[in-house]
């Protein structure tokens, strides 16, 4: 079965670290830009980061600059979000997305975009809560 399969998340405290990963099952990484979006609860979806499929252009949400980062490794097929100094607010469900069609045109065009019929293809999502 085609798809992507989200781990790394957990209860963590205010402060400290997560590494979330993305793998994919029955498909290469390779061609896809990958995106990392959040549903907390009550509030609607929100894109949390995007990378192109090269690697070379990425874009984050304002609330998690300087705190978060985006990378992949197409050798393992994996994409991942690296989530430090986490703080209550970032508690939520992490879901990763990958498409691979000329729709969007920027990585920050990708994290508008928070509909899942418009990817390829979309994890089960992750929980991450953050709380002491």
């Known amino acids: 079965q085609l798809q992507l399969v989200e781990s790394g998340g957990g209860l963590v405290q205010p402060g400290g670290s997560l590494r979330l990963s993305c793998m994919t099952a029955g498909f290469t990484l390779e061609p896809y830009a990958i995106a990392w979006f959040r549903q907390a609860p009550g509030k609607e979806l929100e894109g949390v ?13 304002d ?39 000329p729709r969007f045109t920027t990585v920050q065009a990708m994290c508008a975009t928070a509909r899942v019929e418009e990817y390829n293809y979309w994890g089960q999502g992750t929980q991450v809560a953050v709380s002491s």
């Not at 990378?51 to 984050?60: A, E, H, P, Q, V």
């Not at 994409?79 to 970032?90: G, H, V």
């Open 63 to 101: 609330s998690v600059k300087g705190r978060f980062t985006i990378s992949r490794d197409n050798a393992k097929n994996t994409a991942y979000l690296q989530m430090n100094s986490l703080k209550p607010e970032d508690t939520a469900i992490y879901y990763c997305a990958a498409d691979r069609t």
């Open 49 to 61: 980061a995007c990378l192109n499929r090269f690697g070379d252009k990425s874009t984050y949400v």
